[in-house]
Structure formats: C-alpha cells, structure tokens
C-alpha cells in the first residue's frame, strides 16, 4: 500500500510523513524530491533548462513509478510518499503506473488555510547555504498557492481524503491520517488498473466521426496524452471486436457494424515499452443524439472531444498523430495502409 500525503508546498507534508511512519507499522518513507535531485546530476543542464519543474520531466514521473514499486517488492509494508500534485494529468499518469502494477494508493491532502499556509511559508527555516533561499524555496511556495487553488476548486478536492490541518500539529495530523486509512476513509483510489504488458501487444482503435467529420478522442486517466477510443486485443479475441467491445466499454456506445480496418502500424519497442501491432479502424459517422449520449464510465477517462486533424496534431502524441493521418488518407483513398512507427511502408 502507498498513503500519498498531496497538498500545497509548505503544507507540513514531509514532517507529517515523518511522524506518520511512527505510527504505521511496517512503513518506509520515500520522498521523490530526492529523484528530482539525482536528475539534475544526470540529465544534461540544457534539458534541465527546458522545464521549470522536475515534475514536467516525463523521466522523472516514470522513475517515481519505478521507485515505489522497487520499495515495496524490497521490504513489503506501506511507503509514505510527501510529494505535491497539482496537475491531474500527473497524479492520472503516477497512480495509473501505480495501479498497472496492483499498488493500491491512498490519497490524503493536508489542507490549511490559506493564511494558516502563508504564516507558515513566512516562518519556515531557511538553510544558510542554501544559494538564493529566498527565492528558490520560498517564493517558489508563494507562487503555487495559485495553482493549487485551482486544483482544489477542481479535481483535488474530489479525489483525496481532505485533512483540514490549520489548528493541527505534524503528530496530531498523522494521528488522523493513521485512523484514516486504517477506517478505511481514507480509501484506495479508484483509478484503472491496466497491467504493464510483458510482451508485444496488438491494440485495436476505432475512429468515430461527427456530422463535421471531426474524429472522436478520448483522454485517458492511466496514460498521457489523447487517444483514440480502443485498447488491448485480449488473447483469443479478433481485433475489430476488440474495438467494438473497447467503444461501447469507454464510451457507452454499441456499434451496429464491423468497422473498416484503415491502417496497421508497427510501434516499435521503446524501452520500457515493448510496442507492437497498432490498427485503425472506420466506426463510422455519429449523428447528433448518438454523439449526444456518450458516457465517461468509472474513472478510466477523463474527458472526450471532437477534434479537427489541425486539432489533433495539437492533442495527440506525434506517433499517434500520424497514425491518424494515414488514417484519415486511407478513409480518403478506401484502400488500408500499412505503417511502421508511424510512416507508410510499400505501396
């Protein structure tokens, strides 16, 4: 288990960590601020140069997932994790990589008021040798009590387990988080939980159009980026019932027709992913009050759209990008492509 301590920075996360592990049996705690140190050691300083947060380093997201998982398997119990997140998109991508590998996360935020976390931000110590304290810790806190406003107006607030700590020490706050994550009120989030593959993978997508024949994407909780309504091919399964069965399960939409397959595309491996077999299929037009009735079932999306191809080369990852060109040309054309890694191979 992982008891995720979120809030905004200055919050006491990182001393109620410490005093939480006391009271948690068996419990380690593991700060990811010291994988963002480690990456300054080991990045370029002109990669560095190009984020204003290690928390935009895909790297660093992937290794925060890596890391947790490697300390568990290595000594069992619980792993206290003090870390801020602010960006959904994030915290989707984290505990999504959490969950493909069956780690239940509790998300906890401490949530002073705003003045009770501006009093504390003023009053907190300082190391002398640290170059430009001032600006790079303290003013760092002042400028994301902003953003994480928003996050608490918005998606915070609905996802984790809130602990009002203005009138609260650092013990007195993991007193009540111990309690509640021992109730249960403090709950195991409900986020999908798609297993890592081991091997190369077929995956199945079906494009959906709206009456302007813009393509129907989806924005899922356990990945970044946009995507095509779709998912795995599971073993014995034909992959345009895949698809169908993938659409109606993300969408709530059952189609009444095989879709026409429009591109094949070979995703090479790229460590740690393992790529494989990637099909496009035509599920057609939506007329308004199908489009109307789509779901976003359970916690596995997030949002969906109708998007222009200009549009979607703004939303979507490159590779998938011109996957859905090709696609688009092969609708065009009525003749299916076949790509690798994007690029149409032969005739």
Not at 40 to 58: M, N, S
Not at 189 to 217: K, N, S
Request: proline letters at 8%; charged letters at 25%.
């Amino acid at each position: 288990m992982i008891v995720w301590i979120n809030g905004a920075f200055g919050a006491g996360k990182s001393a109620t960590a410490r005093e939480l592990i006391e009271l948690i049996p068996n419990s380690t705690l593991f700060d990811p601020e010291v994988i963002g140190a480690a990456l300054t050691h080991l990045l370029p300083p002109k990669h560095l140069a190009e984020v204003g947060d290690f928390q935009d380093l895909p790297i660093w997201r992937r290794l925060v997932i890596d890391t947790a998982a490697a300390m568990l398997a290595e000594l069992g119990g619980t792993l206290v994790v003090p870390m801020t997140l602010l960006r959904q998109e994030y915290r989707d991508e984290i505990f999504g990589g959490l969950a493909a590998r069956r780690l239940a996360v509790r998300h906890v935020l401490l949530a002073p008021a705003e003045t009770i976390l501006r009093e504390r931000i003023a009053d907190r110590e300082l190391p002398p040798d640290l170059p430009d304290g001032e600006i790079r810790v303290r003013q760092w806190s002042y400028d994301h009590i902003e953003p994480y406003r928003a996050a608490l107006a918005g998606w915070l607030a609905a996802d984790a387990h809130l602990v009002d700590t203005s009138a609260l020490t650092p013990y007195e706050t993991a007193v009540r988080l111990a309690e509640a994550v021992g109730s249960g009120d403090a709950a195991t989030c409900a986020i999908v939980q798609t297993p890592e593959p081991t091997a190369e993978t077929t995956a199945a997508g079906v494009l959906l159009f709206d009456d302007q024949d813009r393509v129907l994407l989806v924005d899922p909780t356990y990945k970044a980026g946009w995507e095509f309504p779709g998912g795995v091919v599971e073993p014995g399964e034909a992959p345009a019932q895949a698809g169908v069965r993938e659409v109606a399960e993300e969408t709530g939409i059952h189609l009444d027709e095989m879709p026409r397959l429009l591109v094949v595309d070979w995703e090479r491996p790229v460590p740690p992913g393992y790529g494989g077999l990637r099909l496009l299929f035509d599920g057609g037009r939506l007329d308004p009050d199908r489009a109307a009735g789509l779901l976003l079932p359970g916690p596995e999306l997030r949002a969906w759209r109708f998007a222009s191809e200009q549009e979607a080369a703004d939303l979507l990852p490159p590779v998938r990008y011109e996957r859905l060109r090709w696609a688009l040309r092969a609708k065009e054309r009525g003749a299916a492509l076949y790509l690798e890694a994007g690029t149409p191979v032969g005739g």
